[in-house]
């Protein structure tokens, strides 16, 4: 009796690290965000939510 391949799917959401254009703070932040994030030191928006994947407002560093 031979095994079946089970083929999982990859997610499509991943963690993203952003850099925030003001003050150069880097943050860690969800590609799907369902609220605002900000820069945790200067307040900056840096993401807002669009119901699906979320609108990066300033430079993609890299994918966590």
């Known amino acids: ?3 079946r391949e089970v ?3 990859m997610p499509k959401t991943k963690f ?5 254009p003001d003050c150069g703070n880097e ?3 969800f ?3 369902s609220i605002v994030v900000k820069c ?3 307040g900056r ?7 699906g994947k ?7 560093i890299k994918e966590v």
């Open 54 to 60: 979320a609108k990066i407002l300033t430079e993609k």
């Open 7 to 9: 083929l999982t799917p």
């Open 31 to 33: 590609s799907h965000a």
């Open 16 to 20: 993203i690290k952003i850099e925030c």
């Open 45 to 51: 928006e840096l993401v807002r939510p669009t119901g």
């Open 1 to 3: 009796m031979r095994k």
């Open 27 to 29: 943050q860690v932040t």
């Open 40 to 42: 945790n030191i200067c």
